[in-house]
T-cell receptor
Framework: KAGVTQTPRYLIKTRGQQVTLSCSPI?????VSWYQQTPGQGLQFLFE???????NKGNFPGRFSGRQFSNSRSEMNVSTLELGDSALYLC??????????????FGQGTRLTVV | LAKTTQPISMDSYEGQEVNITCSHN???????ITWYQQFPSQGPRFIIQ???TKVTNEVASLFIPADRKSSTLSLPRVSLSDTAVYYC????????????FGGGTRVLVKP
């Protein structure tokens, strides 16, 4: 079956602009999580959506937001971009069930460069 | 969330066995131990998960002692393509899929 698909793969934006990244999870997966990876901070959790509701949120400013649609596809938005937002943004989907620690499947990521 | 500690880097040679130990002294009763592998510019990939004793799959083994305060990922007969960063994670997933990654262990396999 198809894996997690993230679009676009690469993006260059200017400071102050906003950006929207897209993630299509594996069919049947209702949990979608987003992560930011930078050389300095490593892999950091942004937020998780489950059945169109944000269920968990990491420690990021309000400029970072997301949403999930009824088909489980998810988007994340970063407004007023800063140079420090340059990173690899990763999306992960899973077939989450209460009480289980399920495997997360990651996409290839979107490489965002802010200039 | 239980904090994990693992070596920053390890070197090995093709054909050898690589063992990476992760410390998680504050692991909770419901926590599982999960290992992910990441290649440059790619998303992490699930390798193995366990709760106690030993778990083995087609790519790795996971050894967990009775006190569960540490775990060891064992990669048998590594090849150059096993060069990657390996992350040890601890959690119960009860509140959802919020994975907390530490610094990981950078494994370099040499010819």
């Amino acid at each position: 079956k198809a894996g997690v698909t993230q679009t676009p793969r690469y993006l260059i934006k200017t400071r102050g602009q906003q950006v929207t990244l897209s993630c299509s999870p594996i069919s049947g997966h209702r949990s979608v999580s987003w992560y930011q990876q930078t050389p300095g901070q490593g892999l950091q959790f942004l937020f998780e959506y489950f059945s169109e509701t944000q269920r968990n949120k990491g420690n990021f400013p309000g400029r970072f937001s997301g949403r999930q649609f009824s088909n489980s596809r998810s988007e994340m938005n970063v407004s007023t971009l800063e140079l420090g937002d340059s990173a690899l943004y990763l999306c992960a989907s899973s077939f989450w069930t209460a009480g289980m620690n399920t495997e997360a499947f990651f996409g290839q990521g979107t490489r965002l460069t802010v200039v | 969330l239980a904090k994990t500690t693992q070596p920053i880097s390890m070197d090995s040679y093709e054909g050898q066995e690589v063992n990476i130990t992760c410390s998680h002294n504050n692991i909770a009763t419901n926590d599982y131990i999960t290992w992910y592998q990441q290649f440059p510019s790619q998303g992490p990939r699930f390798i193995i998960q366990g709760y106690k004793t030993k778990v083995t799959n087609e790519v790795a083994s996971l050894f967990i002692p009775a006190d569960r305060k540490s775990s060891t990922l064992s990669l048998p007969r590594v090849s150059l393509s096993d060069t990657a960063v390996y992350y040890c994670l601890v959690g119960d997933g009860a509140a959802g899929n919020k994975l907390t990654f530490g610094g990981g262990t950078r494994v370099l396999v040499k010819p």
